[in-house]
């Protein structure tokens, strides 16, 4: 199991950028995707998640308006589209399988990418 995030950088604020998470070795349609970041000395804190099939989208409240989560299941990989950049944005950005959706949470597999850096500064 793989997964790869890329598009990460440094940008200014007010800026955009696209994160992509490239899925292999599982069944990708059938599993949940979310992105997750985490801060300099803070938690790990979820940003948003998007159904097995795309039909729904859920994100964390600093992010609604800004960020979009979406998917391509026939390219295996899951994207977050970020605008409206702020300083406080700043974290290594993961991301997240888990599923299959079909199974009990209890028994659902999690995987991780290794996490993309995310800076925004001027």
């Known amino acids: 199991v793989q997964l790869v995030e890329s598009g990460g950088g440094l940008v200014q604020p007010g800026g955009s950028l696209r994160l992509s998470c490239a899925a292999s070795?599982?069944?990708?349609?059938?599993?949940?995707?979310?992105?997750?970041?985490?801060?300099?000395?803070?938690?790990?804190?979820?940003?948003?998640?998007?159904?097995?099939?795309?039909?729904?989208?859920?994100?964390?409240?600093?992010?609604?308006?800004?960020?979009?989560i979406s998917r391509d299941n026939a390219k295996n990989t899951v994207y977050l589209q970020m605008n409206s950049l702020k300083p406080e944005d700043t974290a290594v950005y993961y991301c997240n399988a888990r599923g299959p959706w079909h199974v009990l949470p209890k028994y659902q597999f999690d995987y991780w990418g290794q996490g993309t850096q995310v800076t925004v500064s001027s």
Do not use: H
Request: hydrophobic share 35%.
């Open 25 to 68: 070795g599982f069944t990708f349609s059938i599993y949940a995707m979310s992105w997750y970041r985490q801060a300099p000395g803070k938690e790990r804190e979820l940003v948003a998640v998007i159904t097995s099939a795309g039909s729904s989208t859920n994100y964390a409240d600093s992010m609604k308006g800004r960020f979009t």
